[in-house]
């Protein structure tokens, strides 16, 4: 329920360098295709940050924006990517998923904060839920043109409560023919049943001062760092500190959306 994948992660280094592998050296994690191939309402996308920009400029999101590689941990990789770090979004996979899911707080949600729950229907919809908390909450759901998928459907969305929002997810049908064509993109063999789909997208952003982790499939908000001022940096510890108490698997990928490169 609710998971997305990432066929081909970048190992975690958790040795000195905290580095991830390049994403040409991603292996791929799924079993040999057989003949009977499970059919998936919203397909799992890979974590590719040039699948996720040209998904995300194809419904909508304004070329000074796009969505670039974490390739590690170290000070100086984490300096490579264009500042302001607006979200950060991680694809991990989660070792005790029922504990993950009783975190967060309903009564975060507010007028102003965009979450949205996750429901069976949205099986592998994490990637572009994830996506649509990182662009509505920052500055980038600001430059979207009025005509573009992500403007109305964050108009019609917008004045729903967190369930309502998935199924409205769920019920645009123009959304879900962009999402499966772009499910195709990218390097990694597609899953071929649900089994096959072991990871899962949640997303990072900075709310009212905190560092704040929105996912769908959580009781709700999750205040993960209070008095925070750099989303990046914050959620790398967050997800550093997950590591450390077993919480997620040492294979992951990040993704940051940022400025556009010129």
């Known amino acids: 329920l609710g998971v ?5 992660v970048g190992k975690l280094a958790i040795g000195t360098t905290h580095s991830l592998h390049a994403r040409t050296a991603r292996s791929r994690n799924f079993p040999m295709a057989t003949d009977t191939k499970e059919t998936f309402r919203w397909p799992p996308l890979e974590s590719n940050p040039e699948v996720f920009t040209d998904y995300m400029r194809g419904v909508g999101l304004t ?3 796009a969505i670039n590689e974490l390739y590690g941990f170290d000070e100086d990789l984490l300096g490579m990517l264009p500042q302001p770090v607006m979200a950060v979004i991680a694809n991990v996979e989660r070792l005790a998923k029922a ?6 707080d309903a009564a975060l949600v507010k007028p102003g904060l965009f979450y949205m729950k996750q429901h069976e229907a949205l099986d592998n919809a994490c990637g572009v ?25 964050l108009a019609t969305a917008s004045a ?6 998935a199924a409205a997810l769920e019920a645009n049908v123009e959304f879900q023919s962009v999402h499966k064509a772009m499910a195709s993109e990218g ?3 597609m899953a071929q ?4 789909v072991r990871h899962h997208f949640v997303a990072f952003v900075l709310v009212d001062g905190n560092l704040v982790e929105l996912d769908g499939t959580k009781a709700g908000p999750l205040i993960v760092a209070e008095g925070c001022t750099d989303c990046l940096r914050g959620a790398v510890a967050a997800v550093q500190q997950r590591l450390a108490a077993g919480e997620y698997s040492d294979r ?8 556009a490169m010129n």
Do not use: F, K
């Not at 049943?193 to 096959?196: A, L, P, T």
């Open 4 to 8: 997305s994948v990432w066929p081909g």
């Open 63 to 65: 070329a000074e924006w």
């Open 129 to 153: 839920i994830a996506c649509l908390h990182a662009v509505y909450n920052t500055a980038a759901g600001a430059t979207l043109p009025a005509e573009s998928i992500l403007a109305r459907h």
């Open 99 to 104: 504990d993950d899911r009783q975190r967060g």
């Open 193 to 196: 049943s649900q089994s096959d």
């Open 252 to 259: 992951l990928s990040m993704m940051a959306l940022c400025p």
């Open 160 to 165: 729903l409560d967190p369930a309502a929002r």
């Open 187 to 189: 390097q990694s063999a």
